[in-house]
């Protein structure tokens, strides 16, 4: 039962928003921002991405930072420019927290473009 408590209250309320466009298209570069919320202090590893099918895909960046009590920690996120070689197509973008629990955030987008 003391363990079960004590579980309990190292557990916090962590918050992610992502703030990007529903819709890219020639001459446009992909990216987004981000917003990381947490109840308490607490030290994260968290990885921001955007996958698309028919696209280059990013490199892979794992983050670590110390989020402080109630005091929001904004970023941002670039992913690639839109050009004559990409292709109309549906993609996620996503931060997925890895540590100290596992959590993802994630939102769909569009890529227009001429196919």
Same mark, same amino acid.
């Given at each position: 039962?003391?363990?079960?408590?004590?579980?309990?209250?190292?557990?916090?309320?962590?918050? &992610?928003?992502?703030?990007?466009?529903?819709?890219? !298209?020639?001459?446009?570069?992909? !990216?987004?921002?981000?917003?990381?919320? !947490?109840?308490?202090?607490?030290?994260?590893?968290?990885?921001?991405?955007?996958?698309?099918?028919?696209?280059?895909?990013?490199?892979?960046?794992?983050?670590?930072?110390?989020?402080?009590?109630?005091?929001?920690?904004?970023?941002?996120? !670039?992913? &690639?420019? &839109?050009?004559?070689?990409?292709?109309?197509?549906?993609?996620?973008?996503? &931060?997925?927290?890895?540590?100290?629990?596992?959590?993802?955030?994630?939102?769909?987008?569009?890529?227009?473009?001429?196919?």
């Amino acid at each position: 039962m003391i363990v079960l408590i004590f579980l309990v209250q190292t557990i916090s309320a962590l918050t &992610i928003e992502i703030d990007m466009k529903d819709s890219f !298209s020639f001459g446009e570069s992909i !990216s987004y921002d981000y917003k990381l919320l !947490s109840d308490k202090d607490i030290t994260i590893k968290y990885l921001p991405y955007a996958e698309c099918p028919n696209a280059p895909q990013p490199l892979i960046e794992e983050k670590e930072i110390t989020l402080e009590a109630n005091e929001q920690y904004t970023d941002f996120f !670039s992913y &690639i420019d &839109i050009d004559e070689s990409i292709e109309p197509q549906t993609c996620t973008a996503y &931060i997925q927290i890895m540590e100290p629990t596992e959590l993802r955030e994630e939102k769909t987008f569009q890529i227009v473009t001429n196919p």
